[in-house]
């Protein structure tokens, strides 16, 4: 089994913490790494309700898993991944739900209808698109094994901390100022942290043929660039130029936010206990920390990815770009 242990922090239900030891011990990965100094914090159900049965998940050939640690633009990428495997099928896009279309499957909070997470991705049809924000050791080890394809987004960490913050505020999962927020994300005690092993973890495993990745940032810089290496890796065809068009207006923060497909605030706000003023879709920029953010938390946001990041000889910049 996975190695856990129980976590203070102020999030309002039960967390731990887990890493792979033993017969566990990531050997399945494609990455030389000790498995065991990465840990990654989740809600105590996980151990129990998920854990096992995500590692022994069964995959299918057709299988596209979108990975990201959270707010780092999942959904975006979610729709754009599902048009392109599903022949640009616009129709069926504005007529449902995205996340019925796409599953998370380690769902961690209350599903509106109860639904079981990981049987709803079983019962999907193929080509499945399945989202997960687990970092690489937690994923079905099936989908190293096999090396099924996964498109990792990842974001910078400064504008991840200021959209979560208001995310779980926002929903009721934690409950306290940003500047403490700050102080429990470097401190590894949010969920799905250590927010630099899975961004780094996957950063390092970027070549490798199963894995697409690209950042939020680059999204915004040049989206159509970003679809067109994405055909490439998904094989499928190129989009032409007019449709392009169609789908750069589809994908836009506008569009999404407009669209109650693509925008799950009111969802959530009838499936669980929400702020009156939630807004799952909030800014979408790049920078949002620079206003948000204070002086000292910026500080220690900077020397902690400095810090986390001195082994691996890159800088936040060579994974973001400047922002
Ligand atoms: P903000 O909270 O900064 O606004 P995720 O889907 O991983 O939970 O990420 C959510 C973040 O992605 C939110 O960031 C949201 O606004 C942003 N986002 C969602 N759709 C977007 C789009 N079409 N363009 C730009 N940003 C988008």
């Known amino acids: 089994m996975y190695e856990s242990e129980s976590l203070k922090t102020l999030a309002t239900k039960p967390m731990m913490r887990m890493r792979c030891t033993g017969e566990l011990d990531g050997s399945w990965l494609p990455l030389k790494q000790d498995w065991s100094t990465r840990w990654c914090t ?6 129990e309700l998920c854990a096992q049965r995500i590692h022994n998940f069964e995959t299918r050939e057709s299988d596209v898993f979108v990975v990201t640690f959270m707010k780092s633009g999942t959904t975006w990428m979610q729709e754009l991944a599902w048009l392109l495997l599903n022949q640009l099928d616009f129709n069926s896009a ?12 380690e769902r961690l909070m209350n599903h509106p209808s109860g639904i079981d997470t ?12 399945i989202k997960s924000h687990l970092p690489a050791q937690l994923l079905p080890r099936e989908i190293w094994q096999e090396g099924r ?4 987004i990842a974001r910078n ?7 979560s913050y208001h995310f779980l505020n926002a929903i009721t ?16 005690q949010i969920c799905y942290t250590s927010y630099w092993s899975h961004v780094i973890d996957f950063w390092r495993m970027r070549n490798e043929p199963n894995i697409f990745f690209a950042t939020y940032e680059e999204m915004k810089r040049d989206l159509r660039n970003v679809i067109e290496r994405l055909c490439k890796f998904l094989a499928v065809p190129n989009v032409e130029e007019e449709i392009m068009n169609q789908l750069l207006h589809h994908l836009s923060f506008d569009t999404m936010k407009g669209s109650e497909h693509n925008n799950p605030t009111r969802r959530l706000k009838q499936g669980q206990k929400t702020t009156e003023d939630f807004e799952f879709m909030r800014r979408g920029i790049v920078g949002s920390y620079k206003d948000e953010l204070s002086a000292v938390a910026k500080e220690k946001m900077d020397k902690w990815t400095k810090d986390s990041l001195k082994d691996y000889g890159i800088t936040e910049s060579d994974i973001f770009g400047e922002i």
Request: proline content about 5%; charged content about 30%.
């Open 42 to 47: 989740l809600p105590e159900m996980y151990k």
């Open 118 to 129: 990981i049987t709803a991705c079983e019962k999907m049809i193929s080509p499945r698109l």
């Open 157 to 163: 960490p400064k504008d991840v901390v200021v959209s």
């Open 173 to 188: 999962l934690w409950k306290g100022d940003l500047d403490t927020f700050v102080d429990e994300f470097v401190n590894d």
């Open 94 to 105: 504005k007529g449902s739900f995205l996340f019925d279309r796409s599953q998370y499957i």
């Open 149 to 152: 394809k996964i498109i990792y």
